[in-house]
């Protein structure tokens, strides 16, 4: 275990957050938030402070990086990076509390948006940015962009990207990790600035467009409002769904794009999957809810965007589903599981891993049949090496044991099996409401900080996909051997 | 510069490797998956798994904006294809590995014009060309010529009886009154570029650049041998033996060659009418002792498992055989090998990858100045350079001491119009001039790059 260069590059990180908080301050000196431009300035320094012994006293003398290292360096850089954000949070008075402040902001930065507020209106203007740059930070991964704006010091570096980037196989699109890095990066911010124009371009305020934006890039899911999206007209709305989708769909299949690479695109299975899912999900919920509404437009917008919003793990609403009819709301139950496409900024299982379980069941019953059969696992024309195919399995097996302690942990809160089960399941996956209690338009403010505690581990081991944190909390990991 | 490279075998590894450390985007295709794995957790290039042959797999690497193609496969056939379909599809320039005989003798000229292949490498050939470089001057453990081959490089290990050690630098040249450079010094696997009164020890090994002539009168005023290995034994019968045998033979030496599988042998007798063949175990004594190991002038070990050669070549050295080359492909070997007295090693891999990465520092900058040659000296912690000096150069007929250079950078020679000078503070550099360069612990692509 190399140490020393774990350190380097969290306080690598440390000095890249201290960048970012420029631009709250920013936003906190436009709208004359003195005291939160206090908080901010405070927080800059101590990072920047912090970061400073590991990077010049400490400095690694190897610097080669293993899987192992990898795994415990982006763990520890998230814990880091979350107790640091969490700062302004508490020294401005916003979110006095220690234990909320930190929740808060790890479920902005693993893209969950489950938040403790009760009231965000009485939040400053720039708390409430910062709490929504967070998820536009978190979605692509803090140390992917470290490693966009520093040259990697060893090839090894693969080893953090693997373990940051979401999805069952992480691969590069250009040689260079470096390269690979810078062009996710702007695709990402391309099409965030986009999604602010045509937001800007419907009406909506230009502070609230950014705000969604973020939270709609990162698939996050903070509001500036109590009712979420809501009180917006349904032009913002669709703006909301389809960037909702955008954001969830494997950014290479973006580069093939932009290469004019359009064959394997549209052959991409995930991708339609992920298309039908949204759809059939939509449809169901549109002709369940009609009675509701009364009018099938606003039916098929609200269904779409409840769909949409769940899948894409963001966790935004236009209406309390919570007030749906029971076959409505078992569908966006089972939704809540599946997640976006790999390589995405959507947290979940991810349909690639669905599709592969799915492919595995069908694989193995063949077997049971035709005990001497010999089939391989297919994903686009190409052979699954038989290690990822066994990977995807236990990774949903560890999946659901991860879904069902935390469930079980929760579960003295006085608030019914409905709200503990989705409560767990929600900041597994990173999605954001659950049912009862937790729903779209109620938080987990009401919940006790013991509870708070374990969510926020959930969320975290939901976004980094498990391994890295369970490995990083293995105390042998850290011995010298 | 993009390059894509097929085969991740042992070659292509090595390759990979020197070829990302030069900061290029590699992609790197071989159709097993697990190797790719490997190599790109180590490497930072990224990998498409499948035949390089297939149009479809060459697509997906983005073999059509490649400027640098290498197809360094296993099969020469193969690596034939790969390159014919790559240049077709648009690649820059291709270069394949053709190791086979038949084909390096005969056809070689044809096939590279009919396919359009850049440069055929055959790292046996040149594995075999570098072993009888040394074979020409056994004292030295290495020798490299620069072009024209009025100028040389060569590698000394200073013996405990060498009339060099213990004297300052300045005072050798005083001394012995010959036209050379001492350039570079490896001592505890550290680099030096050496100043005048840098004194040299016992167990140092010194780069020095002269002409040829120069460097003759230079070892017979030292006492060291300068007559070339008149017998040579070599064991094992791969490709780099053959090569090496039939370079020698050619040259008037007289060639012994120990091969433990008698088809082996029987092929070589037919090709290599002039050497001695022996079908024998080279790792049992007595066929060694046998076949005069204590008469041999050097020894060369080229079977195809590196640990057999560095225990056959210390059993040799214990025998007193003054020259012993020992090829050793793993690089964790080499270090092992070089402690236990084996100052002569042959790695053809890295040998392969000298040329390749020669090749694309020239391809790099066809403009202005250009490398025309690149070698790496002391086990790969020095580099050597040939810059061709352009017109338009500088620094042009300022003294050299009023150059700036950067640190760990000397210039070691500098050839005009085929006359080798050894520089001194008031020589100047001058366009068309060729300029011998020696960087310890760095990297150049360009002539200006040496300066502040």
């Known amino acids: 275990m190399n140490r020393r260069m774990v350190l380097y590059r969290v306080a690598q990180m440390l000095f890249l957050e201290a960048a970012m908080l420029v631009l709250p301050l920013g936003v906190a000196f436009l709208y004359g938030e003195m005291k939160q431009a206090l908080a901010f300035g405070i927080t800059i320094v101590v990072s920047l402070v912090a970061g400073l012994p590991a990077m010049t006293v400490l400095k690694p003398t190897s610097k080669l990086i293993f899987a192992k290292d990898g795994f415990a360096l982006v763990t520890l850089a998230w814990l880091v990076m979350s107790a640091f954000g969490a700062a302004p949070f508490v020294i401005s008075g916003e979110i006095p509390n220690v234990v909320d402040a930190f929740f808060e902001t790890v479920s902005g930065f693993t893209t969950t948006g489950s938040t403790i507020l009760t009231d965000v209106t009485a939040m400053s203007h720039s708390m409430l940015f910062w709490r929504s740059f967070t998820h536009w930070i978190g979605g692509m991964g803090v140390l992917v962009l470290v490693m966009a704006l520093v040259p990697p010091e060893s090839g090894r570096s693969i080893h953090i990207l693997r373990a940051e980037m979401a999805g069952p196989v992480v691969g590069k699109l250009v040689p260079k990790i470096k390269d690979t890095a810078k062009i996710l990066y702007i695709i990402y911010f391309v099409i965030t600035i986009t999604e602010v124009g045509f937001l800007i371009a419907g009406g909506m305020p230009v502070f609230d467009a950014f705000i969604h934006s973020l939270g709609t890039a990162g698939t996050g899911g903070f509001g500036i409002k109590g009712d979420s999206l809501s009180s917006y007209s349904p032009y913002c709305q669709w703006v909301i769904i389809a960037f909702m989708f955008i954001f969830s769909i494997n950014f290479n299949l973006f580069y093939l794009m932009i290469l004019r690479r359009f064959k394997p695109v549209l052959k991409n299975l995930e991708l339609w999957v992920f298309v039908g899912i949204v759809f059939v999900a939509a449809g169901i919920i ?104 066994s990977g995807v399995s236990t990774y949903f097996a560890v999946y659901m044991i991860v879904i069902a302690i935390t469930f079980l942990l929760i579960s003295f809160e006085p608030f019914g099996f409905e709200s503990n089960l989705t409560a767990a399941i929600t900041c597994c996956n990173n999605v954001g409401p659950g049912f009862g209690e937790v729903g779209p338009m109620n938080g987990f403010a009401a919940y006790s900080y013991f509870s708070k505690i374990v969510l926020t581990f959930a969320m975290l081991l939901g976004r980094l996909e498990f391994y890295p944190v369970l490995l990083a909390f293995n105390p042998r990991m850290w011995l010298k051997k | 510069m993009k390059v894509v490279i097929i085969g991740c075998g042992k070659i292509g590894r090595t390759v990979l490797a020197r070829f990302v450390e030069e900061g290029h985007d590699v992609t790197v295709v071989d159709c097993n998956d697990r190797v790719l794995d490997e190599a790109t957790n180590v490497y930072d290039a990224m990998s498409v798994c499948g035949n390089g042959s297939d149009c479809n797999v060459l697509k997906e690497a983005n073999v059509q904006d490649a400027e640098l193609f290498i197809s360094v496969t296993d099969s020469d056939e193969l690596n034939m294809l790969c390159c014919y379909l790559a240049k077709k599809m648009g690649a820059g320039h291709t270069i394949a590995r053709i190791r086979r005989p038949e084909y390096n003798l005969n056809s070689l000229s044809f096939l590279k014009q009919q396919l359009d292949i850049s440069m055929v490498i055959n790292p046996e050939l040149l594995a075999a060309r570098e072993i009888y470089n040394i074979l020409k001057l056994p004292s030295a453990v290495k020798i490299e010529t620069f072009s024209t081959g009025n100028f040389e490089i060569i590698e000394l290990v200073l013996k405990g009886n060498s009339a060099l050690t213990g004297m300052r630098l300045m005072d050798i040249r005083n001394k012995y009154k010959a036209k050379f450079l001492v350039c570079v010094v490896m001592r505890d696997r550290q680099v030096y570029i050496p100043s005048g009164d840098f004194v040299l020890r016992e167990g140092d090994k010194i780069g020095l650049t002269a002409a040829p002539s120069e460097i003759i009168k230079l070892m017979r005023q030292l006492g060291l041998e300068t007559k070339k290995a008149g017998n040579v034994m070599i064991l094992g019968g791969s490709r780099t033996a053959y090569y090496l045998a039939s370079l020698l033979g050619r040259d008037g030496h007289r060639v012994k060659l120990i091969e433990k599988n008698a088809e082996t042998c029987m092929e070589l007798s037919e090709t290599l009418p002039k ?126 001491r009023e150059l700036r250079f950067k640190e760990n950078i000397l210039i070691a020679g500098i050839l005009r119009d085929r006359t080798p000078i050894i520089p001194s503070g008031d020589d100047v550099i001058r366009p068309n001039d060729k300029v011998i360069v020696v960087a310890a612990n760095r990297r150049m692509n360009d002539l200006s790059d040496i300066f502040r």
């Not at chain 1, 496409?341 to 049971?368: E, H």
């Not at chain 2, 066929?287 to 005069?292: F, K, Q, R």
């Not at chain 2, 150069?393 to 050299?400: K, L």
Request: aromatic share 6%; charged share 20%; net charge neutral.
């Open chain 1, 286 to 389: 549109s002709v369940n809810i009609y009675p509701l509404y009364g009018d099938a437009g606003e039916a098929i917008r609200h269904a779409f965007f409840q769909t949409v919003s769940i899948c894409s793990t963001t966790g935004y609403s236009s209406a309390d589903f919570n007030l749906w009819p029971s076959m409505a709301k078992s569908v966006i139950f089972v939704l809540l599981f599946l997640g976006g496409c790999a390589g995405s900024t959507a947290g979940g299982l991810k349909i690639s891993r669905v599709i592969l379980l799915f492919k595995l069941v069908r694989r193995d019953i063949r077997k049971m049949s035709h005990p001497r059969s010999v089939a391989t696992v297919k994903l686009d024309g190409k052979t699954v090496e038989p290690a990822v195919v």
């Open chain 2, 275 to 400: 050497a001695v063949i022996i079908n024998g175990d080279g790792a049992q004594r007595e066929v060694l002792l046998e076949e005069g190991l204590d008469t041999t002038d050097a020894f060369v070990s080229l079977t195809g498992m590196d640990e057999q050669n560095i225990l056959v070549s210390i059993f040799a050295s214990t025998h007193k055989v003054p020259t012993i080359i020992s090829k050793v492909n793993r690089s964790e070997l080499t270090e092992m090998a070089g402690n236990l007295g084996l100052d002569c090693l042959i790695t053809p891999r890295k040998i392969v990858s000298n040329v390749l990465v020669q090749y694309a520092r020239a391809l790099e900058n066809s403009m202005g100045s250009n490398v025309e040659t690149l070698y790496e000296l002391m086990e790969g912690r020095a580099e050597v350079l040939e810059f061709k000096v352009g017109a338009d150069f500088r620094q042009a007929n300022v003294p050299i």
